[in-house]
């Protein structure tokens, strides 16, 4: 577009060329989106995800353009509706939840844990994590106990585990 003469028919050319290309990306990532989405509902009655915060890790200039390409909210957005239409069930921990600082074996929260550290040791158990994975296995866990009736049901069973 920089190359054309403004107001000329090659410029109304080329504006049309780029906005059906940004228009073709974006139709990709929406039904990318909703394919992961309806695939989760069918898959998994009960969905646990964790609440963050977008707008600080924005200001991360390596990370911000990558975390604005995901669409974290209308991710969430789909799974809430989606999975209402289904009858199954998200459960969202708040962004304050430290599901990469609690080791999943015992228990133990660590008081900082740095991005950079991807594997960590529990001190108590001596168990080696990686920290997404663990971070899984922590959501799941709050999303089965959160599912758990007062009156002593059972809760439902999650088969997503890291793998």
Known sequence: ?????????????????????????????????????????????????????????????????SIADRGFFEFRRQLDYKSEMRGGEVVVADRWFASSKTCSCCGQVRESLPLAVRTWTCPDCQARHDRDGNAAINLKHYAVSSTVSACGGKALALAATPG
């Not at 920089?2 to 990532?29: D, E, F, P, T, V």
């Open 1 to 65: 577009m920089s190359r054309k003469q403004k107001g000329s028919a090659n410029s109304k050319k080329a504006r049309a060329r780029l906005a059906r290309l940004h228009a073709r990306i974006a139709n990709i990532r929406q039904d990318a989106l909703h394919q992961l989405t309806t695939g989760l509902t069918r898959r998994f009655p009960v969905i646990g995800i964790e609440d963050l915060n977008v707008a600080g890790m924005m200001k991360n200039r390596r990370l911000a353009r």
